[in-house]
């Protein structure tokens, strides 16, 4: 355009400055401002506000402010979009004064709030944990036409919900149902209310009436409804709920693992294991992820997925980590495939990797399901001539084998030397620790 001779007027800077902003080029668009303003033009408001929009947007708020501030000097007036990007952003932010403060300037210059404003209130009071004062506001958008909108409902619903009213919470959830706005953050809020004050019942008819409602749409929604079958011990339902979100192609998230090994916990798995799969699962492990899905299905019972899970981490040439291999022999010898799960030992061997606590619990438990009393014979000869360090679940793995194989004479005998081996070692441990704290004072 300039190197036709034809120079860039007020409507060229201001149509560039939007759209740069749109896009999220913001130091451009800064840029151009600049260089209009050097040539006497007037930015619009429409301008300024794209760009205040933006940097709202990446969370630079202070470069908002300043733009606000260039705003005021060029004599530009702001409207009800300036300041509610100013507030929403800074009510994101949780600065409730600065939110405030914006308020306060708005109204003082004759803009009556409009619902989106009063939403960003909403959601600073929520922040700050004002009740009071955002009960206020939604009183006030139930006067404008349309009333409040699904985020304002939301935001107040979350507020009563994290201080325990659970009535006014309800109140909230039935209004929104009958006009047909609940959403799955309407839902899943009020699940989070009952289960915050105990009430499984009701926080898992809610969660049902979601499910059948096609709420669950995404990770939060999946993880709120799978935390509170997990808290109400309904396992299966939460390793159903795992297999849907996996199928619709849902990327389990930090909460969703935060959920499984809950599950992990409470399904029965060793401490020892859950630790190790946890520790893998924080350093990235390759297959940990896999891994731990694959528990969880073990460990509710749906031995199929289990099975089906598994076989992505089983695959040949992989050169899987311990933990891989401990979770394949778990896997196989919970769904009664103990030739397999033995296989899978004599791969890890093959590997040149020695055997864990976790590897030594697993494989006791197949040795207990076909009857294999000689092979739990031997791992707890290894235990009890301390090739193997005492440990608690070992020796309640070895008790359950031998149960399962129908010696329960044997798991009597072990249950009481269990007992008389921890006890020695709680001894040592602890003359261990004084002796060394006696050497420290010397």
Known sequence: MKSQGTWPDECTYNSLIQMFSGGGLV????????????????????????????????????????????????????????????IDGFAEAGKFEEAMHYFHVMNDSGIQANQIILTSMIKAFSKLGSVEGAKKLYEQMKNLHGGPDIIASNSILNLYADFGMVSEAKMIFNHLKEKGQADGVTFATLIYAYKNMGMLDEAIEIAEEMKQSGLLRDCVTFNKVMACYATNGQLVECGELL???INRKLLPDGGTFKVLFTILKKGGLSAEAVRQLELSYREGKPYARQAVITSVYSAVGLHAYAIESCHIITQPGLGL??????????????????????????????????PDIVTFVNLVGCYGKAGMVEGIKRIYGQLKYELIEPNKSLYDAIIDAYGNAGRYDLADLVSQEMKLDLEVKQVTDSESEGGQEEYSEG
Not at 39 to 47: A, E
Not at 72 to 83: D, F, L
Request: charged letters at 20%; aromatic letters at 10%.
């Open 321 to 354: 980590h311990p933990f891989a291999y401990n979770v394949a022999i778990y896997v196989y010898g919970a769904s009664g495939q103990i030739d397999e799960a033995l296989k899978i030992f004599m791969s890890m061997k093959d590997e040149g990797l020695e």
């Open 27 to 86: 130091d451009q668009a800064t840029e151009l401002l600049a260089e209009m303003q050097g040539l006497r033009f007037k930015p619009s408001c429409s301008t300024f506000s794209a760009l205040i929009a933006s940097y709202v947007r990446m969370n630079r708020l202070s470069d908002a402010v300043d733009v606000f501030g260039e705003m005021s000097k060029a004599g530009v007036k702001p409207n009800e979009v300036v300041y509610g990007s100013l």
């Open 243 to 245: 297999n849907e979100m």
